[in-house]
């Protein structure tokens, strides 16, 4: 798992770590070297984060973390860039304050953990915004911006050059909507719907990590033809 993790193949190593999990009560083999169980969900915790898949990874290190030895901050820092993406801002710099109580000589990690994962600008998006326009945010935004979208439609393409998060509005601080990702339900999501190919396109080869969150995208197609709606380019 943390050989396809380093090589970029996330989906690989969720599926060797989730086929680890499972054979964790198998008679442990001598000749290979001993895995933690906490060590496991921790590094599953950071490939469904790389997957999208947050609400897992933010489960995944919850369990890490119950598994490990009290004197282990692995898990919560894995915790922290979890609750980061899904937006718990609140959660996130309560938790990091009570580590630094609890975890006293690793006060240098903490801190500079808190100021990597606290965003560089929040910009809000929406009828009743400043910007109503999540292309106008995006153009202004520098990079390591929160761009937090008003449920809606909003009929325009995105093209996304630098490091960025688009939520909509209804993942921040609402659990019901953060274990609603990926399903279908009554949430409000914010809605880019273009009449071409690529709603969104995203080039990556520079830009380091973009997170869209609580999004429906769709590309409106003639009959019998196929678009897609978000497009990764590394050029």
């Known amino acids: 798992g943390n050989t396809a993790f380093n090589c970029g193949n996330y989906a690989e190593a969720e599926q060797q770590y989730s086929n680890a999990l499972r ?47 009290a004197n282990t901050i692995k898990p919560l820092l894995r915790c922290a860039e979890s609750l980061a993406t899904l937006g718990l801002h609140k959660e996130l710099n309560d938790m990091l304050d009570a580590m630094i109580t609890e975890f006293p000589k690793e006060v240098d990690t903490i801190v500079k953990k808190k100021k990597s994962l606290a965003p560089n600008r929040i910009i809000r998006v929406g009828k009743d915004q400043h910007f109503t326009s999540i292309a106008d945010a995006i153009h202004v935004a520098p990079a390591g ?7 809606g439609n909003y009929f325009e393409a995105l093209v996304l050059t630098k490091p960025l998060t688009l939520r909509c509005a209804s993942v921040n601080d609402d659990y019901a909507a953060i274990h609603a990702l990926g399903g279908n339900t009554n949430i409000a999501w914010a809605t880019v719907r273009v009449d071409c190919n ?8 520079h830009t380091g990590s973009i997170h869209i969150i609580g999004f429906n995208i ?9 678009y897609h709606a978000i497009k990764r380019s590394k050029g």
């Open 23 to 69: 054979h964790k009560d198998d008679k442990p083999d001598n000749e290979r070297e001993e895995i933690h169980l906490w060590q496991l969900y921790c590094n599953r915790s950071a490939a469904y984060m790389r997957l999208g898949m947050l609400n897992e990874a933010l489960q995944d290190s919850l369990t890490s973390n119950i598994c490990a030895p």
């Open 145 to 151: 911006t929160e761009i937090v979208v008003d449920p």
């Open 198 to 205: 690529n709603a969104v396109i995203c080039h990556t080869l």
């Open 218 to 226: 769709i590309c409106s197609a003639p009959t019998n033809d196929s």
